[in-house]
């Protein structure tokens, strides 16, 4: 019944928190830090705080002429604000474009040139150190969310405004714009509307639904531009459990806060579930109450997996995996329970959710699809992208009578199990699987924090690892480790911090092969 109400208005950023706050007003989310917008709102505020915090500063984005249709983009240093913000615009009818506070200046600037004179929020940190000047002349109104600054208006100097109704656009109008990671150049701007919202929704709402009880804490560390933010909120929410937001994933706050309020649900991006293997070890117990971990974004390691479902101590704990993707949602999951062993074929990233997605493995060479033979995976949903803002010719591109090619490489077993060898981009040849030979150097070296293996200049697959503590790396073990693996050049150790990544913190491969080939000096 709840999935049937809301189905057919699709998901409604503008008045999410209303709808929430009128079914559970006590209910309340929990921060790690504090908003920018509203420094005095304190770390645990009530939904019914959140929805007039919203609707506050809808009606002073509608004071400077905000209007229905109009582009929104919000780039400032990270916080959840960024997706309050974005409920704001959306209250509106205008449309919110989301830039990691992690691109650079120049990206930004070409970003906003593509959207096409948008009004620009913003903070004095960013306008003063990061962003060029043009940034003015790219935008029709820059407003600030904290700070002054001469060429714009702070959020603060239109305080008490006249409150404005929210204002409601079809199902099929865009609804959000985010971009994709980057990791192969200039981001592209992702165009989501409710409907396509709506189709991502229903998989996880129906899990959360039925495995964790409610008023159990669901704890979230994603992206706050992430498109999969405005899925896992309102799942949290509508349903009626506390939310725990978290800006950072340093291990020690991460476990005091877990300790305090030990959520029974976690969804994180792989590498923050890799950063948090310490916690596995805490006395506290902080991942003891968790009942169902959750990952999408990029590839997770075994290792990791069976980490996390030993430090929980409840029953019946899974951890699921879900394969997709910005601009198509989650396609594919499947989940993991401690019977599964720390070393389980991690390439299976599981099967299409019924009546809801499709996957299909076109051969690139006209022979049959296996695993030595690996082909252009392709996938159906309702929850894809409507288009690239600016380059619907590229969006074109990528569809094929209705099927959208992933840009991955993989096979689908006669069980109809997908499995993911790699990127297009990041292939290596002679090299079956880069991804499978780093899950097995993960499991076979518990010192090892990240390790990814690449294409080196003279096209030798080349292992990049990071140690934890930075900690030297072990050569007689490592030679143990990859006797039976294919022939790689020798590691090359980094620290962690100087890996360049997206803002999901995947691991930006060519950014980082393009450093490797530059010398010591890049």
């Known amino acids: 019944m709840f999935l049937q109400r809301i189905g057919s208005k699709g998901i409604r950023l503008g008045t999410l928190f209303d709808r929430a706050a009128a079914r559970h007003p006590a209910n309340f989310v929990i921060l790690d830090h504090d908003l920018d917008i509203a420094p005095g709102l304190g770390r645990r505020v009530t939904l019914t705080e959140l929805a007039d915090l919203v609707d506050d500063f809808a009606s002073r984005l509608w004071s400077v002429k905000v209007r229905p249709g109009d582009h929104v983009v919000v780039h400032k240093s990270d916080g959840f604000d960024i997706s309050l913000l974005a409920c704001a615009v959306a209250r509106t009818g205008a449309i919110p474009v989301l830039l990691s506070s992690k691109l650079d200046g120049a990206t930004v600037a070409e970003l906003l040139r593509r959207v096409g004179q948008p009004f620009l929020v913003t903070d004095q940190d960013k306008l003063e150190n990061h962003l060029p000047g043009e940034v003015f002349g790219l935008s029709r109104k820059v407003l600030l969310t904290s700070g002054e600054h001469e060429g714009a208006t702070s959020f603060a100097s239109l305080a008490g405004v006249e409150r404005v109704p929210a204002v409601s656009m079809p199902i099929d109008h865009p609804t959000l714009i985010t971009h994709t990671s980057g990791t192969t150049g200039t981001p592209k701007l992702a165009v989501h509307t409710g409907m396509s919202f709506q189709s991502r929704y229903r998989p996880q709402a129906t899990v959360v639904g039925a495995t964790v009880r409610r008023r159990e804490p669901v704890a979230v560390h994603v992206s706050f531009v992430h498109s999969r933010m405005f899925t896992a909120m309102p799942i949290s929410i509508l349903q009626g459990h506390p939310l725990i937001v978290l800006r950072d994933d340093d291990p020690q706050t991460v476990g005091e806060l877990f300790t305090q309020i030990p959520p029974g649900f976690i969804e994180a991006h792989p590498n923050t579930f890799l950063r948090w293997e310490e916690l596995a070890d805490d006395p506290?117990?902080?991942?003891?109450?968790?009942?169902?971990?959750?990952?999408?974004?990029?590839?997770?390691?075994?290792?990791?997996?069976?980490?996390?479902?030993?430090?929980?101590?409840?029953?019946?704990?899974?951890?699921?995996?879900?394969?997709?993707?910005?601009?198509?949602?989650?396609?594919?999951?499947?989940?993991?329970?401690?019977?599964?062993?720390?070393?389980?074929?991690?390439?299976?990233?599981?099967?299409?959710?019924?009546?809801?997605?499709?996957?299909?493995?076109?051969?690139?060479?006209?022979?049959?699809?296996?695993?030595?033979?690996?082909?252009?995976?392709?996938?159906?949903?309702d929850g894809r992208i409507v288009t690239y803002l600016g380059e619907h010719e590229r969006w074109q591109k990528q569809v094929n009578d209705g099927w959208w090619r992933m840009g991955d490489l993989g096979y689908r077993t006669r069980f109809g199990c997908l499995h993911l060898l790699d990127r297009e981009v990041d292939e290596i040849p002679g090299v079956q699987s880069t991804l499978e030979i780093e899950d097995k150097l993960f499991t076979r070296l518990p010192e090892l924090v990240e390790v990814i293996v690449i294409c080196g200049p003279d096209g030798r697959a080349v292992p990049v690892v990071c140690t934890r503590g930075d900690a030297p790396l072990d050569e007689l073990a490592w030679k143990t480790a990859v006797v039976d693996l294919p022939a790689l050049g020798d590691p090359v150790q980094w620290r962690l911090e100087d890996l360049p990544q997206t803002a999901t913190t995947k691991i930006k491969r060519l950014e980082l092969a393009r450093l490797l080939a530059a010398g010591p000096a890049a």
Not at 320 to 340: H, N
């Open 284 to 381: 506290r117990g902080p991942l003891a109450n968790v009942k169902y971990f959750s990952s999408t974004f990029d590839a997770i390691h075994p290792r990791t997996v069976h980490t996390m479902l030993k430090a929980s101590r409840r029953r019946g704990r899974r951890f699921a995996q879900a394969y997709g993707q910005s601009e198509v949602g989650p396609i594919a999951a499947r989940t993991y329970s401690l019977k599964d062993g720390a070393d389980f074929n991690g390439r299976c990233v599981g099967v299409p959710f019924v009546g809801m997605t499709g996957i299909r493995v076109i051969s690139r060479n006209g022979a049959p699809v296996s695993k030595e033979n690996p082909g252009f995976i392709e996938v159906r949903s």
